[in-house]
């Protein structure tokens, strides 16, 4: 099983008096989008703040450059991208659920939401109490079988600023709790601190990834009988370093980070699978 992996995309709506930028919008997440979604995988995810601001015409946008690739993709809720619309709206535009899992023959994968609605003036994750029985109840039900999880926000102490204030799932939230409960191996896979970084804590690889404008890569995470690799893959046309600049110069809500990139380490890794997974009753294979 083939993943591909983006962070924080922050699609954004443009002031046409600035000249230029309108184009150089479009040039930028049109290629971006383009090289991400006809790279070769089974799934490809957005790890939330796919929109910058959560306006129906952002998300509109965007869903219509995804949507002409006709892949299985699937965006878990950044705050970013509850600012403008509420969650219904937002759900409704994008066509998902607001968290979910899928089993297939490789792993199990858990894609949650960890971000608060339309609250400007925090933009750390929680996690409610139904979300949080659900999840407990997943992690018990994967057995020794792989479990990956997505989310926008890093679990508290995990990755790279990820103790910063608004800067993971609020502290309170006892997320150890339920990871603790994993039998095997499980990774978790973020953005919203927009710098890369993996750490390993106990049977577990917190994997963090950096926002496209400031690193234009993604990741690909592939599921093989004996290990869990994962890659970075630079996108290299020359259109994205030169609009870049242009958007993070003049888009409000967002600001560029120079330090994005972290080291080798901090962008791949592989995770061997030591115990071997058993079948699970009444699952459902992702074809």
Known sequence: MKLALMGDLHYHEVED???????????????????????????????????????????????????????????????????????????????????HAITTEQAVLLFIDTAKEMDFADWGGWVDEEQLLWMEEMVKASGTRPLLIFAHHPVYNTTTNSTKDKGSIHPSIEMWKILSLKEGVGLYFNGHTHVDSIVRQNNWTFVQLSACLDQHGMRVVEVDQDEIRVSAVDITDPILPKTAETLYLHMKHFKHNPNARGKDEDRECIVSLSLAAQPMQGEVFLK
């Open 17 to 99: 008096a600035v000249p230029g930028w309108l184009e150089a919008r479009n040039d930028f997440y049109r290629t971006f989008l383009n090289r991400f979604l006809e790279s070769e995988a089974d799934v490809h995810i957005s790890l939330g703040d796919l929109t910058n601001f959560g306006y129906a015409s952002e998300l509109q946008e965007v869903y219509d450059i995804i949507r002409k690739h006709n892949r299985t993709f699937y965006h878990v809720l950044g705050n970013h991208d509850l600012y403008g619309s509420t969650r219904r709206e937002v759900l409704e535009i994008s066509g998902q659920p607001r968290y």
